[in-house]
């Protein structure tokens, strides 16, 4: 179980990872450094080793991987955009049929 101070790590990190959901235009070596940057800082900032298995870290602080927060991101900006009320947003789900 998190600990309060970890909870608020946590929150923090996730917010760092806001809008995400628009980082289309990356190339996959480009991704591949963040995913690798993010797994790094991760490690550093909960205070596990080098060679740490990242699974068995995420799951010890229950934060999800890069590609999983990517994805989500991205399907959450997606319903977003779908079930927005604005005549605007709603021609451009139309147009780039989201």
């Not at 990356?26 to 699974?55: E, I, L, P």
Request: with cysteine; net charge positive.
């Amino acid at each position: 179980m998190l600990s309060e101070l970890e909870a608020n790590k946590t929150v923090i990190i996730i917010t760092c990872m806001y809008d995400t959901a628009l980082w289309a235009n990356f190339s996959a070596g480009a991704m591949n450094m963040f995913a690798s940057c993010y797994n790094k800082f991760m490690k550093s900032f909960f205070g596990y080793t080098k060679y740490s298995s990242v699974t068995s870290m995420l799951f010890d602080v229950g934060l999800p991987s890069f590609n999983t927060l990517i994805h989500n991101s991205s399907v959450n900006f997606q319903n977003k955009l779908v079930g927005c009320d604005n005549g605007l947003f709603r021609s451009m789900v139309q147009y780039f049929h989201l």
